[in-house]
């Protein structure tokens, strides 16, 4: 499974750069905090979510959801949010 995720987070590193940015800084300042809550609730409930060292990632894109969930161009690939 690590590998898996690795070369998830090589491809998004590589593909979307600034979105990733992005949402570390909106994390980082506590920015749409609202939007990431309401996401991270249905992600919570979720089969593909897993805690992966003290992250919450989406197995399916490999996403660190605390991140991309205050990101509103951001989309779910299960269309859960």
């Known amino acids: ?3 898996r995720i ?18 570390i800084y909106y994390n980082i300042t506590k920015q749409h905090q609202d939007l990431a809550s309401k996401r991270l609730d249905i992600c919570y409930k979720c089969d593909h979510c897993i805690l992966y ?18 990101l509103e161009n951001e989309k779910c690939l299960m269309n859960k949010w």
């Open 1 to 3: 499974m690590e590998c």
């Open 6 to 23: 690795l070369k998830k987070w090589i491809v998004g590193i590589f593909t979307k750069p600034i979105a990733i940015l992005r949402g």
């Open 53 to 70: 060292n003290r992250h919450l990632i989406c197995e399916e894109c490999g996403c660190i959801l605390n991140n991309k969930t205050r």
